[in-house]
């Protein structure tokens, strides 16, 4: 069952609940036997309220993070893992809408921006504005890469290439398990 989560105003309430087990530690990916795809209660259903303004932090312990984000979650956001491709339904998910970090519910990309780049993973041309992700010089495992982080939470998204479409030519490869999807209103 999908729960709803009122983002930004007055009825927040923590964005996640822990849910399956994935026992992933720094560096080690998750087992085969827990990259399934995602199921539904992997990710809340959000309706997005006034977005907090660009500047704006939100900081927290690790046990803080734990408690707020499923170990998934936990393993990309928090200590810059990658999921395996095609393993979470964003990377299919076609509706008009707003993707939100799932750490802390900043609007980072828009639904206009997505595209099919055969790669498994949600990828997109832009952040839904300047300053909403950060982007940073990732050397790990011998590659020189750029990492994309959301810019209130300091959460790993993904990483960013300079081979995507018009109109920007970047590509945007993010981890779907570290967003949550606000589907437009209608």
């Not at 936990?74 to 799932?102: F, M, N, S």
């Not at 802390?104 to 300053?131: H, N, Q, R």
Request: proline fraction near 7%.
């Amino acid at each position: 069952m999908q729960r709803r989560h009122f983002l930004f105003g007055l009825a927040s309430t923590p964005l996640l609940a822990a849910c399956g087990s994935l026992g992933c530690s720094r560096g080690e990916a998750p087992s085969a036997s827990s990259t399934t795809a995602s199921s539904e209660s992997d990710h809340d259903e959000v309706v997005l309220g006034p977005a907090p303004p660009i500047g704006d932090r939100l900081v927290l312990t690790e046990a803080e993070w734990r408690e707020r984000l499923t170990e998934a979650q936990y393993y990309v956001l928090r200590e810059k893992g990658t999921e395996r491709p095609y393993t979470d339904r964003t990377w299919d998910e076609h509706r008009a809408g707003t993707y939100v970090c799932a750490g802390c519910g900043a609007p980072l990309f828009a639904s206009a921006t997505k595209f099919e780049s055969g790669t498994g993973w949600p990828s997109f041309t832009a952040p839904i504005e300047d300053g909403r992700v950060l982007e940073d010089a990732d050397t790990a495992f011998g590659m020189v890469r750029t990492e994309v982080l959301c810019a209130r939470c300091n959460g790993h998204l993904g990483h960013v290439f300079p081979d995507g479409p018009e109109p920007t030519g970047l590509r945007y490869c993010i981890n779907g398990v570290a967003m949550n999807f606000a589907p437009a209103e209608e």
